[in-house]
């Protein structure tokens, strides 16, 4: 069976970080794109970082450029999320997503297979 379980969010104050964490099993996803999105209440879910197999390639959303960093573990199945100078508008629930084929890096949601149960990420201001 699949999982993703993510890990590292938490309640933090305005230009304070986070780190997200997750970790994949069940399968391999070192030849994958993998990704993470986020979802706040009343909202649709929105894509915010991908990165390739290799973590060669990356991609973010334009709301988060520059303050959020993507990276894997690939020994490891593991993808992170550095997350810097949070904003209020942050705020969150942030599912991390693994491609089921190989390929390159994917920013629509009906791109990915498999998703993590979400971690809460609140940043008050």
């Known amino acids: 069976q699949v999982q993703l379980v993510e890990s590292g969010g938490g309640l933090v104050q305005a230009g304070g970080s986070l780190r997200l964490s997750c970790e994949a099993s069940?399968?391999?996803?070192?030849?994958?794109?993998m990704g993470w999105f986020r979802q706040a209440p009343g909202k649709e879910r929105e894509f915010v970082a991908t990165?390739?197999?290799?973590?060669?390639?990356?991609r973010y959303a334009d709301s988060v450029k520059g303050r959020f960093t993507i990276s894997r573990d690939r020994a490891k199945n593991t993808v992170y999320l550095q997350m810097n100078s949070l904003k209020p508008e942050d705020t969150a629930v942030y599912y991390c997503?693994?491609?089921?084929?190989?390929?390159?890096?994917?920013?629509?949601?009906?791109?990915?297979?498999?998703w993590g149960q979400g971690t809460q990420v609140s940043v008050s201001s």
């Open positions: 990165i390739s197999w290799s973590g060669g390639n990356t």
């Open positions: 997503a693994g491609r089921s084929t190989s390929g390159g890096i994917a920013t629509m949601s009906e791109e990915y297979n498999y």
């Open positions: 069940g399968r391999t996803f070192s030849y994958s794109a």
